[in-house]
């Protein structure tokens, strides 16, 4: 999108999301007026009364940017990934939903019928002697309702549409926000396939001092003493940051608490997750690890709980490997 | 790489009899990038060598498949021939289609399909390949010998010999090691002293070593070819230019005899000044500060006796401590061995009977130059001893001291035996107490049979307790042989201990970034193939530092690790393989998970200044690393590659290996 004289068509979308990106476009504060000076906003779900037939009806490459939000889990999230795809110039996947799937994307962990019996019928706070379920069509008296399909499967947006650039983050950090909007307005935006977010790691903005590495347990955050200015991996908490793209100032450590990786995988790196599996496995224990018997193993990979929801807990469904198939 | 040349090897009928070569051949020959595909009853002959400097010339290949036996083989062969044709060398890839598809399968088509694919997909890397460089170091002439026992001396010499210069660095204030304790060895039963004081002066003589006692090894730095290296000399107190060695101070001192001798294991006493032993190279006093009156309290008498003693005037009490810098090529460790100190198996008696001693102490018993002048006495009263028993394996062979063989210990009794008896007189009895004889060497088991031969009482078995009461020794033993309960009466205990890693071997080894085994002797690279070599390039280890072992095979091993260290320093430059871990500095992050887990100690975290501010990222030292991939596995943010076995490379194989007809690979 070359640099226009004219007004920039900005659209929001989100998916399969909680909500918090579109607070974390609000969050740009005073900006956002800037953003409104240079462009309008021609869809906007959460904020501006706009049909799917406007959209419809606006012709393709209409919409300069789409900035869209939320992993792709029904029909209808698929449908609109579709119909933005062709309506805007530039698809931006905003967040780590979009960009990776996101926490929706544990649910690829199960599968539809696991996950409706256990929201309908095995919930203790739901009553439902019935037994029903969501369907596609149901009939009433009055006619035909019907409800978008929930489907098996969770997906990341590229893994629906082709995306132009991504925004990851839960939510994306403003300053990352600023600079997409900037760049779009400044048409410099980076070769398509860009995520827009720096190329080193969390540990880069990390202002805890890091020295080797030489894991004797895992332990969780509860379990330690606080030690200013000390890497949290060498306390033994499991702390993605080495993992996961930064951007983000290294915010959550800066509140003492670990990363959990929704900046996604760094420019070289496959899967995040097996990465971070990779190099905890590479440090923990290593000190006497030919003489290290196999229960003290046993026993150091225990102190892992949740190994999908720690090391995958944005990426599952963009992973190498992204769904459970049976069970 | 974009000109491919496939070159498909029969090997004899070793591929060929289950794989079709030709049918190959055919396939790859309409690949993307391959422009030459040929075949040949023997690639790595010289004739096939020819098939492939030919394509070089002829169609330009810049990348080369060879489809062969595994590259443990002929990798090396290869690249060799790709560099002789003027191709680069690291763009070669190897299809092992021998030992992975004709021995390994018996049927003829599934073999061949298989071998398809091995090749499509190492054509498949091949098209990503990178030319690589090796790079080159400079080689600095010059050796290092940590320790100065027979195996420091023995690798010193056959350095020196070769026209290296030699820095032999001894903590003790003389060379020897544990080899100038010993009375007579075993098998030959020659005078220890006889066969090692005359190396010790060819040391001291040798144009090309520096020797340096009484000094220590402080730090090290840089890689092979080029170690920098700190040894601390601590002051002797006397002016070793000046000493003549006549021992007058060491007559005058007023300490004398109130120190318990080191060297004699505490049976006799020594002065504050004093010579470590008669045969002592250098042949010089060294003053020991913690016991000289002068040093501690600034005042000895009316005045320190050793300085009116000595006609030479070498007595120097402002002497400092120095530090030199060294700068060699490559290193050998004969850093020795410890034993075991008995003390800690209390059922033995050690620290309540002062005639319960060690093997070593026997053999400064039984020397000549000994604390009683050769005469086999009773510690507690000076009286010749008319009953002597040995209990062997005293923590050795034991799960809760140490598990392994000392293997020294069976031949140290049996020699000592003979020597008892030259000294004591045929009426002396004699009892051994052991596990199994291990008499495995050259000779050994024969020496073994002239002992048994004599009127020696073997029991086998560990004896549950030694009982003391005075003078009055007793233990229980009972005979697996006999399967009988015996009670010994004997006059002196002798324990034949452990041998066990010195005891400042784990912070010696991590000064000098060695590994060692779980038994806390140094690490060998490999135990069979590669046992004087460490995992650290241009560092070997010889003697007992690397486990218990004989004169015999300390003396042979000390030889290797000299030839292998001569190897490195008779180069002018070394070339460094680049098939090694490369850090992307845009990508690290400084995290340093890679830098605990390298076992060649090659990363280190680097500073840089940019954009005025301070970031940190890993680097590789290119000579250290060996390629092993450890780190490229651990970094979790992908910023280390493995130059030849890069991601993409890798994943192009894959894509092809998951469906044949997609030889392009990944994109
Ligand atoms: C009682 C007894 C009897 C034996 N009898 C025989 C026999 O009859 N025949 C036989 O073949 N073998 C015999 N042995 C074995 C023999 O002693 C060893 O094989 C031999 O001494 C090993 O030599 P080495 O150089 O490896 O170690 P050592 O002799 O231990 O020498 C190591 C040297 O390194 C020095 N050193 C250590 N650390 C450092 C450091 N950090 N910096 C600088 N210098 C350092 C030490 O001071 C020492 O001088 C006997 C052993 C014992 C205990």
Redesign the interface.
Known sequence: MPVTERKLKFAFYWGASCGGCEIAVLDIDEKILDVAAAADILFWPVAVDTKYSDVEAMEDGFIDVCFFNGAIRTSEQEELAHLLRRKSGCLVAFGSCAAMGGIPGLANLANRDKIFETAYLDNPSTSNPGRTLPSKESRVKEGTLTLPEFHDRVRALHQVTDVDYFLPGCPPPTNLILEAVNAVIKGELPPKGSVIAPEKSVCEECRFEKSEKMLTEIRRIYEVEKVEDRCLLEQGIICLGPATRGGCSARCLDAYMPCTGCGGPTPNSMDQGGKMISALASILGLEGEEALPDEEIERLLDGIVDPVGTFYKYGLAAALINRRLEG | MERIGVFVCHCGINISSMVDVESIVERVRELDGVVEAKSYKYMCSDRGAQIIKKSIEEKGIDGAVIACCSPRMHEPTFRGVAEDGGMNPFTVEIANIREQCSWAHDSRERSTEKAMKLVMSSVAKARLLEPLERGRTPVIPNALVIGGGIAGIQASLDLANEGFRVYLVEKDPSIGGRMAQLDKTFPTLDCSSCILTPKMMEVYHHPNIDLMTYSEVLSIEGSIGDYRVKVRRKPRYVDVDRCTGCGDCVTACRMRDRIPDEFNMGLSNRSAIYIQFPQAIPLKAVMDSETCLFHRFGKCGDGPLCVEACEAEAIDFEQKEEVAELNVGAIVVATGYDLLDPASLHEYGYSRSKNVITTLELERLISSSGPTKGEVRLPSSGERPRSVTMIMCVGSRDETQCSWCCRIGCMTALKQVILLRENLGEEVEINILYTDIRSFGKGYEEFYRNVRAENTNFFRGRPSEVRIRNEDIRIDIFDTITNKLFEIRTDMVVLVPAVVPRADSGEFARMMNLSR??DGFLLEAHLKLKPMDTFVNGIFIAGCCQGPKDITDTVAQASGAASRAAGILSKKELENDPLIAVV?A????????C???CPYSAIEPVVETMAGEE??HAEINEVLCQGCG?CV???????I?QMGFK?NQILAMIGVLNDCSDAGGLK
Not at chain 2, 586 to 591: N, P, V
Not at chain 2, 633 to 639: E, K, R
């Open positions: 085994s779980g992307d845009d990508l690290c992050s400084g995290c340093r998970i830098i605990s887990l970031v940190v450890a596995a651990a970094c979790p943010s992908g910023a590659n991601d």
